[in-house]
């Protein structure tokens, strides 16, 4: 599976982006869609995950009520829409999918280790 990420860019506190992970190849095995963000000198944390083709969704305490996860299974396509953004959100995100298999729920508490693909990131800015 080859993940492409698009939409981030700068932005002011307060605002409001949408980022996009477009999925190409083996999507029907697709299990758990993710996204995870790393700034700089700190550890990549995950934001929100999403089962492909079913329940969901997760998200991280600090982006609850802010950020909303949704995916398009007729374009293996999944979202992150971002509102209410702060400085401290300003960060490389990257999208993450993982196959059926693994522990169980983890994608209702992702942790990197679940995800074999990964795409190259996109870069969020949020300045005060």
């Known amino acids: 599976v080859q993940l492409t990420e698009s939409g981030g860019g700068s932005v002011q506190a307060g605002g409001s982006l949408r980022l996009s992970c477009a999925a190409v190849?083996?999507?029907?095995?697709?299990?758990?869609m993710g996204w995870f963000r790393q700034a700089p000198g700190k550890e990549r944390e995950g934001v929100a995950a999403?089962?492909?083709?079913?329940?969901?969704?997760y998200y991280g305490d600090s982006v609850k009520g802010r950020f909303t996860i949704s995916r398009d299974s007729a374009d293996d396509t999944v979202y992150l829409q971002m509102n209410s953004l702060k400085p401290e959100d300003s960060a490389m995100y990257f999208c993450?999918?993982?196959?059926?298999?693994?522990?169980?729920?983890?994608?209702?508490?992702?942790?990197?280790?679940?995800?074999?693909?990964w795409g190259q990131g996109t870069q969020v800015t949020v300045s005060s």
């Open positions: 993450a999918a993982a196959m059926y298999g693994g522990r169980g729920g983890f994608c209702l508490d992702p942790t990197m280790a679940d995800f074999a693909y």
């Open positions: 190849g083996a999507t029907s095995n697709t299990y758990c």
């Open positions: 999403i089962y492909f083709r079913g329940r969901g969704p």
